[in-house]
C-alpha cells in the first residue's frame, strides 16, 4: 500500500509539472501586448495530457463563484483512487464520472441582456452550474435580491434546477439571454458601472503565429474582473508613450476554495509577541561619558518630569471647561434674547409714540382747521360754528356779568353786552353776503361743468369710457359762450365778436327772453359805438349774463340740465315729492328737508332750520359729523357689506353721543368731542347702536385688541354697557329701517328691565320728534 501510495504521488507531482509546462508555453504562445485582458483559451481538439486538470484551473481562475478545482481536490482524488488500488477492473469506471464532472466544470461566456435597459453583462460561468447559481451570481454583481430575477432562453423562460449544459451550452461556447425583474419599481435592474465608462470591448481577434511560421486569427473573449489587479510593474514605450504590462496581472487572481464554513483570520486570534534588538544610532544613543570616551553635551536638553495627572483630574478638567463653555454660550444667548426683547420694546415705544404723535397732529390739524373756518369762512358749516363760537362767548360774559355785578349795573352790562352782540351778527351777516357774492361765479361755473360733461362709465377691464352726445356738445358749446361773455377785461372789438356770436345763437330759438336779450345785446352794440365807458356799461352787461344763464338752465334749449335742476319739468313727479315747511310756510321737495334714520321728516326745511338755529340755540354739529365720517371709514374698511352705519344720520349719532353715552368715554369719561369715537364692543359682530361703545382715541387701539370682553373687563362694567346698549336697542327699535336689524332678543322683554322715565333734549328738537327713552 505504501509503494502504490507513493507511485500515485509521483504521477500527480509528474502531471502538476507538465501542467506547469504546458501554461508557460502558452503564456509564451499569447500576445504579450494585449494589457490587461485574458489568456486565451486553448481549442478542444489540442488537448493533452493533464488537459482535465488544465480545464479545472482555468475554470478556477473565472469569475464565476462555483465549480471551481483546486490541487486539493486533486489530491482528494488521488487518495480515493488509492483505497480502491485493490479493485483494477473498476478503475476505467471510476474515471467516467470524473471526466463528466471535468466537462461539467469548463466555463463558457454567457452574455446576459437585461431587460429593459438593454445593457449587457459578460460572464465566464462553469456549464455543469445550474441557473439558480446564475441567478446568485448576478444578485450579487447587481445588488437586488435573486427571487426577483427572471432568466429566459430565446423568448422562454427557464427553470432553475437546470444547467447551461442542459440548455445546450458547449464547453469555452458562449450563449446570449435575457434577465428582467418581477419588481421593477423597487430593484430596478442596472449596472453598477455603466457601459460608457468600459473602454474594453468584450472579444477582441489575436493574430498568433504558428509553429510553421503561418499566422492564424484566434477569437478571444475580455473577462473584466470585479476587482482591480494590483500594477506589478511592466515598462513604457518612450516614443509611442504605450504601456506594456507583465503577464502575471492577465490572469484573474487564485481565490481560496469555498469550505462551507465560515473561517476567519488567524491573526484576529491570537497575538505574536516578538523580543527583538535594535541598535541605536548616535543622534538619539544612551551612550554615556566614561573612562576613554567623550561624548559631546553641547546638543542635550535638560528634560523636567511634570506633575502627573490622574484620570480623575483629567476629566474633572474637562468638566470644568464643558461648563464654562456652556456659561459663555448660555450668556450669549442670554443676551441675544435681551437684545431681542430691547429692540421689541424700542419698536413698541416707537410705534406707541408715533401713534401718540399722530393723534396729536391731528387733534392740531382739527384745530388749526376750526381756526381757519373761525378766521375765513366760506361754507355754511363754517358760518354755523361762527354763531356756535358767538353764542358760547355771549354765554360766558352773561355769566361773569351775573356772577359779579348787581342791580343798574348789571342790567346796563347786559345791555351793553346785546349791543355787542348784536354789532357781531351784522358783521357775520355782511361777511356772508360777501362770500354768497363771490361763491356766486364758482357755482355758476360748476353747474356749467356738471352740464357739459360727457356721459363715463366704466368697462369690465376697469378702463374708464367716455362719451359725448349732441346734448353734451351743446352744452359744452353754450359754457364756453357763458364764459367769453362774462369776462370784464376784453377789448371793444372782441367784445363786438362775442355779442354778434350771442345774437346769433338765442335767435334760433323765439322767446320773450331771446328777445329780451336781443334787445340788450343791441342796445350794448349801440352804445359802445358811442364811446361809452366799460364801467357805465356794467349793469348792462350783468343783465345780459342773467338772462343768458337763464337760457342755458331752459331744458328746451339745453336739455343737459334738466338732470341738475332742483325742480323737475315733469309735473307727475311732484305729485308725491312735495311738502309743506311749517317755518315759511312754502311747498317744497323732500330734498329741501332732513330727515333722520326714521325717515320722518322734519316740519322745517333745511334753510328754516338753519336760520331757527343761528337765531336760538346756535349749535355745531362738526363733531358728530367727524364722528359719523370716521366710522362708515372703519365699517367699511372691516366690513364692505356694512350697511347701519350709512343708515344713520348727523341727528341720530348726536342722540347717541349726548343721551345714551353723555359725551363722555366709557372708560376713562373724557370729555374732548374731537378725541371721542365709535368702535364695536365686540370685534366678531358688526357695529350696531347696540354693539358699540365710545372711547378716545387713545382707548379704541386696547379695546380693539381684546379677544372677549367678558374675561377682559368686570362684571360691574359690562352691565353698564349692556344698559347704554339697551337704551340704544329701545330708541331704535321704532323706526322701521332699524328694526329690521335688531337682534332676535324681544322688546317685550327689554322694557321688562327698564323702568320709564322721560329723556328730553334741551338743545334740540329731534327729543320731541322722538319716542321718550328710559334710563336706570
Known amino acids: 500500500m505504501s509503494e502504490l501510495r507513493e507511485k500515485e504521488e509521483q504521477e500527480v507531482k509528474e502531471e502538476g509539472e507538465e501542467e506547469g509546462e504546458e501554461e508557460e508555453e502558452e503564456n509564451t504562445d499569447t500576445n504579450p501586448e494585449a494589457g ?182 484566434v477569437v478571444v473573449e475580455i473577462e473584466r474582473p470585479p476587482q482591480r489587479k494590483a500594477f506589478l510593474g511592466g515598462y513604457r514605450h518612450r516614443l509611442t508613450g504605450a504601456e506594456y504590462h507583465h503577464a502575471a496581472v492577465q490572469t484573474l487572481p487564485k481565490r481560496r476554495p469555498d469550505r462551507g464554513v465560515v473561517v476567519f483570520s488567524r491573526n484576529t486570534q491570537t497575538v505574536e509577541l516578538k523580543s527583538q534588538t535594535q541598535q541605536c544610532p548616535v543622534s538619539i544613543s544612551t551612550q554615556m561619558t566614561g573612562i576613554g570616551c567623550y561624548v559631546s553635551c553641547m546638543n542635550d536638553k535638560l528634560v523636567a518630569p511634570g506633575n502627573y495627572i490622574t484620570a480623575d483630574e483629567y ?86 356779568i351775573n356772577s359779579s355785578l348787581r342791580g343798574a349795573e348789571r342790567k346796563a352790562a347786559l345791555c351793553l353786552l346785546l349791543e355787542q352782540e348784536t354789532q357781531l351778527i351784522a358783521a357775520i351777516g355782511c361777511h356772508r353776503i360777501a362770500v354768497q357774492n363771490n361763491n356766486y361765479d364758482k357755482t355758476v361755473r360748476n353747474f356749467l361743468d356738471k352740464s357739459a360733461a360727457p356721459h363715463q362709465w366704466r368697462a369690465a377691464d376697469g378702463r374708464l369710457i367716455q362719451m359725448d352726445s349732441q346734448h353734451t356738445i351743446r352744452a359744452r358749446e353754450l359754457r364756453d359762450l357763458y364764459n367769453n361773455i362774462s369776462l370784464s377785461a376784453v377789448g371793444q372789438e372782441q367784445r363786438l365778436q362775442v355779442l354778434m356770436t350771442l345774437k346769433h345763437t338765442v335767435m334760433e330759438h323765439e322767446c320773450q327772453v331771446t328777445r329780451d336779450m336781443v334787445d ?183 379695546h380693539l385688541e381684546v379677544e372677549d370682553v367678558h374675561k377682559a373687563y368686570e362684571a360691574t362694567f359690562i352691565r353698564r354697557i349692556e344698559h347704554k346698549h339697551t337704551l340704544a336697542r329701545r330708541h331704535f327699535s321704532q323706526i322701521p329701517v332699524m328694526a329690521e336689524y335688531l337682534d332676535s332678543q324681544p322688546t317685550a322683554a327689554l322694557g321688562n328691565q327698564l323702568i320709564s322715565k322721560p329723556i328730553t333734549m334741551a338743545t334740540s328738537k329731534h327729543a320731541t320728534d322722538t319716542p321718550p327713552a328710559s334710563a336706570h
Open 36 to 217: 490587461g485582458g485574458a489568456a486565451e483559451k486553448p481549442p478542444e481538439d489540442d488537448k493533452g495530457p493533464g488537459s482535465d486538470e488544465e480545464e479545472a484551473q482555468a475554470a478556477g481562475s473565472t469569475s464565476g463563484e462555483a465549480g471551481r478545482v483546486s490541487s486539493s481536490d486533486v489530491q482528494a482524488a488521488a487518495e480515493e483512487a488509492e483505497t480502491q488500488a485493490d479493485l483494477p477492473d473498476n478503475s476505467e469506471q471510476l474515471r467516467e464520472p470524473q471526466r463528466a464532472e471535468d466537462v461539467g466544470n469548463s466555463t463558457a461566456t454567457v452574455k446576459v441582456v437585461l431587460v429593459p435597459e438593454g445593457h449587457v453583462m459578460t460572464v465566464a460561468f462553469a456549464i455543469g452550474l445550474s441557473i439558480q447559481e446564475l441567478k446568485r451570481h448576478l444578485a450579487s454583481e447587481l445588488r437586488v435580491p435573486a427571487e426577483v430575477l427572471q432568466i429566459s432562453l430565446d423568448g422562454r423562460l427557464v427553470e432553475e434546477q437546470q444547467s447551461l449544459m442542459e440548455l445546450g451550452v458547449r464547453p469555452h461556447g458562449s450563449t446570449r439571454m435575457e434577465m428582467s425583474s418581477t419588481d421593477p419599481n423597487a430593484h430596478p435592474l442596472r449596472p453598477l458601472r455603466p457601459p460608457e465608462h468600459d473602454n474594453m470591448p468584450d472579444v477582441i481577434t489575436v493574430r498568433v503565429q504558428t509553429d510553421d511560421g503561418g499566422f492564424q486569427e
Open 315 to 400: 476629566h474633572d478638567r474637562r468638566l470644568r471647561a464643558v461648563i464654562r463653555l456652556q456659561a459663555f454660550t448660555r450668556r450669549w444667548l442670554a443676551q441675544q434674547a435681551v437684545e431681542r426683547l430691547r429692540r421689541e420694546r424700542d419698536r413698541r415705544l416707537a410705534w406707541l409714540e408715533l401713534q401718540e404723535r399722530r393723534r396729536r397732529e391731528e387733534k392740531e390739524e382739527q384745530l388749526r382747521d376750526r381756526r381757519h373756518r373761525w378766521l375765513n369762512p366760506q361754507r355754511r358749516e363754517d358760518f354755523t360754528l361762527l354763531y356756535h363760537a358767538l353764542e358760547k362767548w355771549r354765554r360766558e360774559e352773561e355769566q361773569r
Open 520 to 702: 340788450l345785446i343791441d342796445r350794448e352794440v349801440d352804445l359802445m359805438t358811442r364811446g361809452v365807458k366799460a364801467a357805465s356799461l356794467a349793469g348792462l352787461r350783468k343783465r345780459i349774463s342773467t338772462l343768458f344763464l337763464q337760457y342755458i338752465k331752459t331744458p328746451a334749449f339745453n336739455p343737459e340740465v334738466a338732470k341738475l335742476l332742483k325742480v323737475p319739468q315733469n309735473p307727475s313727479q311732484l305729485k308725491n315729492d312735495m311738502f309743506l315747511c311749517h317755518g315759511c310756510q312754502r311747498y317744497l321737495r323732500s330734498a329741501d328737508f332732513s330727515s333722520s334714520a326714521s325717515a320722518h321728516l322734519s316740519g322745517q326745511c333745511r334753510d328754516c332750520a338753519r336760520l331757527d338755529n343761528i337765531a336760538r340755540s346756535r349749535n355745531d354739529f362738526s363733531f358728530y359729523k367727524n364722528i359719523l365720517r370716521r366710522l362708515r371709514a372703519d365699517e367699511q374698511r372691516l366690513n364692505e357689506e356694512a350697511k347701519i352705519p350709512f343708515l344713520l344720520q348727523v341727528e341720530d349719532v348726536r342722540y347717541l353721543v349726548e343721551v345714551v353715552w353723555t359725551s363722555r368715554s366709557a372708560l376713562r369719561a373724557g370729555s374732548d368731542l374731537y378725541n371721542l369715537v365709535f368702535v364695536r364692543w365686540e370685534r366678531q359682530r358688526d357695529w350696531s347702536p347696540w354693539n358699540c361703545i365710545l372711547l378716545s382715541k387713545e382707548e379704541t387701539s386696547a
